[in-house]
């Protein structure tokens, strides 16, 4: 048994880390709501026909309000980001699908593998899929250059490969656990998918982001892997870094899966990720001992990107805490040194990110050393 190291060159966002705390952009799902899109503005004339309400299909208005989504990733850079994210949380067949294909609940049937298989084969979703995340891709692309010329700043685009709206961990039927929906290689499928329409599209890295249940995440790193491999990506330099976020409940646990942050750490150090993190679910105070936690435990970099406290319907934003808020508590972190990349989730604005940006302006990153992988030699 040895320890390997890679030895690809150093990535120009890992270098930045090693500068400064980087700023991560905020909700697109929130900030689309300050714009007062409708049913008919996310249908335009392509999906004017669709059996289904849209409007909870944010990934849709990359194609059908691609101004508005521009304009979203503008504000978020402009308002300090480094990284933004493509507009892609729920584009892949399986999540899509629950757009475009009927139910089979509904008339007394259940969703399972069958089922399931159909979406993976449907030519459709197949195409919308792809067409969904590499658009995004170039959206974002197109902004982070055209701003990070403007300002002679780099900003970077990170790939955002959503949790799904199924669970390989998880049976739906109380009477038959056993039971999974979905399989393995279907959630495999799907991602592969992404993975690839995203490096089309030019993305900086990947992000596995709100894991909720672990299984699915690792599918994800799977697929990402596989992509690698089969697509002749494997030389060094050419691998795009991954960055790794999961989402825990109050008790810290990864919501479905139940894992503790360190036990999610040891699940995908062999990833290799640039960063690790938390993200959505929690406000930062209720976040800030899971993420000490994972400070102390992970070897490369950490993010947190928490929501703007808990939700709250009578709030402007569906959330409690105020861009002052955000950043005094994630200025917090910064100085308490647990932090090497900060932003927002559900309920931040452009507004949000400005704050957080300008409370951790001159902080010094967390320190962390390289994680090893011990292997066969």
Not at 75 to 80: D, I, Y
Not at 305 to 324: K, S, V
Request: glycine share 10%; aromatic share 6%.
């Amino acid at each position: 048994m040895g320890i390997v190291r890679k030895t690809q060159p150093k990535h120009p966002l890992a270098k930045l880390m090693e500068e400064r705390i980087v700023i991560i952009d905020g909700a697109m799902g929130t900030t689309i709501r300050t714009y007062g899109m409708t049913e008919a503005d996310i249908r335009g004339e392509r999906f004017a026909n669709a059996k289904k309400d849209m409007l909870n299909n944010g990934d849709i208005f990359s194609l059908t309000q691609p101004k508005m989504i521009g304009d979203i990733h503008r504000r978020f850079l402009e308002a300090g980001a480094d990284i933004i994210e493509t507009n892609t949380f729920g584009a892949t067949t399986i999540s899509q699908s629950e757009f475009f294909v009927d139910d089979p609940r509904e008339h007394g049937g259940r969703k399972d593998p069958e089922f399931y298989q159909k979406i993976i084969d449907d030519t459709m979703l197949s195409d919308l899929a792809w067409e969904i995340n590499e658009t995004s891709a170039r959206q974002c692309r197109e902004w982070a250059d055209r701003v990070g010329n403007d300002t002679g700043r780099q900003r970077f685009v990170a790939g955002a490969i959503g949790p799904l709206t199924v669970s390989l961990s998880n049976s739906p039927d109380a009477d038959d656990p056993g039971f999974r929906v979905v399989t393995f290689d279907q959630v495999l499928t799907a991602y592969k998918q992404e993975v690839r329409a995203l490096i089309a599209g030019g993305v900086d890295t990947l992000l596995v982001e709100t894991i909720f249940d672990s299984l699915n995440a690792k599918a994800a790193l799977v697929a990402i892997r596989e992509v690698f491999d089969e697509d002749g990506l494997t030389a060094a330099g050419k691998e795009l870094p991954i960055q790794i976020s999961a989402a825990v409940g109050r008790g810290g646990e990864t919501m479905i899966s139940a894992q503790t942050v360190e036990a999610m750490w040891t699940a995908v150090a062999q990833a290799r990720p640039l960063s690790v993190g938390l993200n959505c679910s929690l406000g930062p105070d209720l976040m800030h001992p899971f993420l000490a936690e994972l400070a102390g435990k992970a070897g490369c970099a950490v993010s947190c990107y928490p929501n703007a406290g808990l939700p709250n319907p009578l709030a402007p934003t569906g959330f409690d805490l105020l861009p002052d808020d955000m950043g005094r508590l994630l200025g917090e972190f910064g100085r308490e040194g647990i932090v090497n990349i900060a932003g927002g989730c559900c309920g931040n604005t452009p507004d949000h990110i400005a704050a957080i940006a300008k409370a951790l302006e001159g902080v010094a990153p967390r320190r962390y050393g390289a994680a090893l992988i011990e292997v066969a030699a």
